[in-house]
């Protein structure tokens, strides 16, 4: 393993124990967890050899943090646009009619590894989708490139500190422009913020229209519902439509184009955005 942090102890330590010395000396070791979990998978070396918690600190030893080697998984052959990545985490594009993740080889977590630089931090892992999009669905997808930054964009998601917005292409004249739906779902509270940006008269589906959605809660294809809810199903959905408005082809009109939210280790605001995808801009013109 490559050395990828070195200390020098220039001044005396009183009795001081690795365990304690240790914690907050390198920036991927603030816990005494992390700083366990370093050592005993032996990438904390003290003066050349693998360090121990019983080590009492000297003067004028020299402490090395060493590479993580991460263990080689299956790979699935598929080439990812990558819109964002630093060494903590990374923003892909999603293409539609693929699972994020799951039983099955073909999925976007098995096609990561071969799209994305390794990261060089202590805890790094593979990297890892830290959120869903359905199947069909399109667009931006945050990844976690280390266990701390993946445990923390999964609690910002489940806490509402990452701001998405998606588009769609709805069917059916909207009653109202804009709007919240809070229809509960599953027994849940669920909102959805929508704003009608276009519209097209449609002979088959009486009306086009180019939505911006914002849902403020996550719930189980929570777009989909509330919008067929509202009497404007998604385009392309298979699973949520009204009769005599169902569109077979290209498959489900929903893409997530932003995501914004603060960098959960270096705190910087990170805004992400996507364009349309073809087959909705081929149905506005122009967006």
């Known amino acids: 393993m490559n050395i990828v942090a070195r200390h020098i102890v220039e001044e005396e330590v009183n009795r001081k124990r690795f365990q304690e010395f240790g914690v907050g000396l390198f920036p991927q070791l603030t816990t005494k967890s992390a700083l366990k979990k370093a050592i005993k998978r032996n990438q904390i070396l003290i003066n050349h050899r693998p360090a121990t918690t019983a080590h009492y600190v000297e003067k004028g030893d020299v402490i090395e943090l060493l590479e993580i080697e991460k263990p080689k998984g299956k790979t699935y052959i598929l080439d990812l646009k990558v819109l964002y990545e630093d060494d903590y985490l990374a923003v892909i594009l999603k293409p539609a009619g693929i699972s994020v993740s799951g039983n099955k080889f073909a999925t976007i977590a098995n096609a990561l590894e071969q799209n994305l630089k390794s990261s060089t931090q202590i ?3 593979a990297p890892h989708p830290v959120h869903r999009l359905d199947y069909p669905t399109s667009g931006l997808l945050a990844i ?3 266990r701390q930054t993946r445990q923390l964009l999964h609690e ?5 500190e990452v701001m998405k917005i998606y588009h769609a292409v709805c069917v059916r004249r909207f009653m109202m422009k804009e709007g919240v739906i809070t229809e ?3 027994e849940k509270e669920a ?5 009608v940006i276009q519209s097209e008269i449609s002979e088959k589906f009486e009306a086009l229209n180019l939505v911006e959605l914002s849902p403020e809660t996550g ?3 929570q777009l989909r519902r509330h919008l067929l809810h509202l009497g404007n199903p998604i385009m392309g959905d298979q699973k949520y439509y009204i009769e005599g408005f169902k569109h077979q082809g290209y498959g489900l009109y929903l893409h997530a184009t932003q995501l914004r939210f603060y960098h959960p280790i270096t705190t910087q605001q990170i805004i992400v955005k ?3 995808p073809k087959k909705f801009k081929r149905l506005f013109n122009p967006i």
């Open 144 to 146: 976690g490139k280390t």
């Open 191 to 195: 909102v959805t913020r929508y704003k």
């Open 123 to 125: 805890d790094a892992t």
């Open 274 to 276: 996507s364009e349309l």
């Open 219 to 221: 719930r189980t294809h």
């Open 184 to 186: 509960p779902l599953d």
């Open 156 to 160: 910002m998601f489940e806490h509402k």
